[in-house]
């Protein structure tokens, strides 16, 4: 809970934090101090809701919370209150306190790279923000229930390849197998303090990809269990059940490899191929080249390399220097199909005998 200072006609309330975070406190600097609620609400709100406007992250945040009849009974300053802080915390800010020549000082969101502005208008207020790829990995340590995890992986695919690779394989297996084999193992790590924001955030690639190589290397090294041996009784049922969620993740494994393009020869063709699969139409593409950051394509390679590696080597088995499997085609642009020319003979005359005929 959090204390909310409505004003001076009103007494003050405790806000419960709706989306908590398990980051470590500290290990990402925006997320520190008594304004931590209002930054964890806004960069939440701008993943489960898209790009939005101040206005539509504040309604967002304050109906999740609040009915609308509690809404009313806050003041007529309450909602105008919040997007006066969120627009701090975007811009930055040193707001002068009264009497004591103190200042608070806000962190700007834009500034430290956690959210960039995708559409300015005249007015400021009607600027539409959406998070950049370092926005989109402190989100992964939110504590999101089924339904709103969905929604965070779609909309940050958006702009993120590395989240599209993920919402694809949501789509050809489960979100259950993209939970327990990326984002479980980047919340331990998260939990261990090992992924942090006080330093440059590309450090944290190599750690996100290496996690999920290490639980690929689990499922395969317990895939020797063989279910249907086990006594059936009653103290074994825990071990079978585990043993079946094991076997589960070990036939996904193999889409996941068949949807993994790595290619130890990248260039920018490779590039162009993940782009042009991922974002098939020419709205998303062009979506994802204005918004996505440079180190995006960095990052998703160094996630399907150690994935790659790891799923053949832990067979034993020699590492292709690129995937196997045949890249999917082209999408077919809508092109005029040339008519094919016919053959056309000449008029041909008969003769009789006598005559000439047609």
């Known amino acids: ?24 406190y500290g290990t990402v600097p925006v997320f520190v101090g008594k304004k931590r609620k209002h930054v964890l609400d806004l960069i939440s709100a701008l993943e489960l809701c898209g790009a939005s406007t101040k206005s ?14 509690q809404l009313n009974d806050m003041g007529k300053r309450f909602v105008p209150n919040r997007r006066a802080y969120y627009h701090y915390h975007l811009n930055g800010i040193q707001e002068k306190t009264k009497g004591k020549k103190k200042t608070k000082e806000y962190d700007s969101l834009l500034e430290k790279n956690y959210v960039k502005i995708i559409k300015f208008t005249k007015k400021n207020v009607d600027w539409v923000y959406f998070p950049t790829l370092m926005g989109h990995l402190v989100s992964l340590g939110y504590t999101y229930n ?22 694809d394989l949501i789509k050809k297996t489960s979100l259950e197998f993209v939970k327990e084999l990326f984002l479980k193992p980047i919340k331990k790590m998260i939990k261990q303090n090992r992924i942090r924001f006080d330093d440059d955030y590309t450090l944290n690639f190599d750690i996100i990809a290496s996690a999920t190589a290490l639980k690929i290397h689990e499922i395969i090294q317990k895939s020797n269990i063989d279910v249907y041996s086990m006594a059936p009784e009653a103290d074994n049922y825990p071990k079978i059940k585990q043993a079946k969620i ?13 949807n993994t393009w790595f290619d130890l020869q990248a260039n920018s063709k ?27 394509k960095h990052f998703i390679y160094k996630v399907m390399r150690e994935i790659h590696v790891n799923y053949y080597g832990s067979y034993d088995m020699k590492v292709p220097i690129k995937y196997t499997q045949k890249f999917p085609l082209p999408i077919k642009r809508n092109r005029e199909k040339k008519k094919k020319k016919s053959l056309v003979f000449p008029e041909m005359k008969v003769w009789t005998g006598e005559e000439f005929i047609d």
């Open 270 to 296: 490779w590039e162009e191929q993940l782009i042009e699969l991922y974002y098939p139409t020419e709205e998303q593409r062009m979506f994802y080249s204005q918004h996505s950051d440079l180190s995006d």
């Open 146 to 167: 089924y339904n709103e995890t969905l929604a965070f992986i779609k909309n940050a695919s958006t702009n993120s390849l590395y989240f599209a690779f993920l919402n």
């Open 246 to 258: 094991e076997f589960s993740l070990l036939k996904q494994l193999d889409t996941l490899i068949e």
């Open 1 to 24: 809970m959090v204390r909310i200072t409505l004003g001076t006609k009103y007494p003050a309330i405790n806000e419960a934090i709706k989306w908590d975070n398990e980051f470590p």
């Open 56 to 69: 539509e992250m504040v309604n967002f945040v304050l109906e999740s919370i609040y009915s609308k009849g």
